[in-house]
């Protein structure tokens, strides 16, 4: 099975602009959820979407949001940037059966605000 | 709010010492607990799980850990390290049913040949 893809790896943008990232989940996976990482902050939970809805939500501005689609892939959208949202963004998928699934990360989008 | 606290932000070991990660929660129900590993360059990937049964859960590459639920503990133990552990390591909590997996600030192994 192919694994968590995230597009683009890499982005560069600046103040005020917005952004939006893409995760595809490993096939069969219908939970995703997404994750800010940062030196010293280490993962922080933005949020978790199973069946095109929000299941979880974790302690982001309102500018952090994020949607399912029915084939499971997932975007999130961050707008008005700041420079403190340069970070990596990992996406991570699970299995249906839930509460006790293990989650499988992307390679990540390494977002820098400038 | 639940809480997850590794005590050693930054360790450097030599090799074929032994290694013991902190990993402490602040939650006191029914917790799933995760140790993933980032090796450098690469995606986060799971070391071990506890769910239930045996607290004494083996992993890969022969990480091992306890959950000791007294101490709301579960630490990360390798006999002997090699060269190849060195890495990020990351504990992570879940509550029990579907809530949001918390992770720890994560500690960087640096294992010297």
């Known amino acids: 099975k192919a694994g968590v893809t995230q597009t683009p790896r890499y982005l560069i943008k600046t103040r005020g602009q917005q952004v939006t990232l893409s995760c595809s989940p490993i096939?069969?996976?219908?939970?995703v959820s997404w994750y800010q990482q940062t030196p010293g902050q280490g993962l922080q939970f933005l949020f978790e979407y199973f069946s095109e809805t929000q299941r979880n939500k974790g302690n982001f501005p309102g500018r952090f949001s994020g949607r399912q689609f029915s084939n499971s892939r997932s975007e999130m959208n961050v707008s008005t940037l700041e420079l403190g949202d340069s970070a990596l963004y990992l996406c991570a998928s699970s299995h249906p059966k839930g509460g006790t699934d293990t989650q499988y990360f992307g390679p990540g989008t390494r977002l820098t605000v400038l | 709010a639940q809480s997850v606290s590794q005590h050693n932000h930054h360790v450097i070991l030599s090799e074929a010492a032994s290694l013991e990660l902190g990993c402490n929660y602040s939650?006191?129900?029914?917790?799933?607990l995760f140790w993933y590993v980032q090796y450098p360059g690469q995606h986060l990937q799971l070391l071990l799980k506890?769910?239930?049964?045996?607290?004494l859960v083996k992993g890969i590459k022969g990480f091992e850990a306890e959950f000791i639920k007294s101490k709301f503990s579960f630490n990360l133990r390798k006999p002997s390290v090699q060269w190849s552990d060195t890495a990020e390591y990351f504990c992570a909590v879940k509550r029990g049913g579907y809530q949001k997996v918390t992770f720890g600030i994560g500690t960087k192994l640096q294992v010297i040949p």
């Open positions: 506890y769910f239930s049964g045996d607290p």
């Open positions: 939650y006191g129900g029914t917790v799933n």
């Open positions: 096939s069969g996976h219908r939970s």
